[in-house]
Nanobody
Framework: VQLQACGGGLVQAGGSLRLSCAAS????????VGWFRQAPGKEREFVAA?????????LHADSVRGRFTISRDTAKNMVYLQMNSLEPEDTAVYYC?????????????????WGQGTLVTVSS
């Protein structure tokens, strides 16, 4: 499945953005979907993940918990990342990815289908 993230942009600190992740060519397979980010000069890091079926089960990184929320719309075949109270430290390219597992996890290696990222820039 090909994934495409969009919704990034330039926002002032304290502002909000909503990122979207769409699967093209096929529906999400039923495995978990995650968001990761990579800032310049840093390694890719986990942001949030959610399962696809049954009652939603989410994971959020400590650095974004309480500010970011991952959600899904199975009817629309979409996963979202609502980002509030953005900080300059949130500046990064954000990627969505599909896991090889049905439950959400934080490990980069658990995710096998990666989309092109979307750039989020937070100005101070």
């Amino acid at each position: 499945v090909q994934l495409q993230a969009c919704g990034g942009g330039l926002v002032q600190a304290g502002g909000s953005l909503r990122l979207s992740c769409a699967a093209s060519g096929a529906r999400f397979s039923g495995n978990a979907v995650g968001w990761f980010r990579q800032a310049p000069g840093k390694e890719r890091e986990f942001v949030a993940a959610i399962n696809w079926w049954s009652s939603p089960s989410q994971l959020h990184a400590d650095s974004v918990r309480g500010r970011f929320t991952i959600s899904r719309d199975t009817a629309k075949n979409m996963v979202y990342l609502q980002m509030n109270s953005l900080e300059p430290e949130d500046t990064a390219v954000y990627y969505c990815a599909a896991s090889k597992y049905s439950i959400p996890t934080t490990l980069h290696s658990d995710y096998v289908s990666w989309g092109q990222g979307t750039l989020v820039t937070v100005s101070s």
